[in-house]
């Protein structure tokens, strides 16, 4: 089993610049894939960004590809999500979630569930 802890959100202005923190804890020697997703009220959890364990491999949503950026330091058991260019629609609640192997695009696929960070971004 794994644990992850998201920290880093927070209430900005629109364009702003927030650094999202997923640490991983407990068996941290398996090869998890790490994904963001964010859920604002009255929708479905939306898929963010992913990355395998080696880090080489990457995937983007649509809206976050050339904006956000997804990285992991492995030495730390820690994912990043670097986002830029905040917009107001992007309020919502982002968790990190782990999955054994690769790193999918798609909620279900993914086991282990952080508590999620808010990140509020006004106009």
């Known amino acids: 089993q794994v644990h992850l802890v998201e920290s880093g959100g927070g209430l900005v202005q629109a364009g702003a610049s927030l650094e999202l923190t997923c640490e991983l804890s407990g068996r941290t020697h398996s090869s998890w894939g790490v994904g963001w997703f964010r859920q604002s009220p009255g929708n479905e959890r939306e898929f963010v960004a992913a990355i395998r364990y080696s880090g080489l491999t990457t995937y983007y949503a649509t809206f976050a590809r050339g904006r956000f950026t997804i990285s992991r330091d492995n030495a730390k058991n820690t994912v990043y999500l670097q986002m830029g260019g905040l917009k107001p629609e992007e309020t919502g609640v982002y968790y990190c979630?782990?999955?054994?192997?690769?790193?999918?695009?798609?909620?279900?696929?993914?086991?282990?569930w952080g508590q999620g960070t808010q990140v509020t971004v006004s106009s």
């Open positions: 979630a782990a999955q054994d192997g690769v790193a999918s695009v798609k909620a279900e696929d993914y086991d282990y």
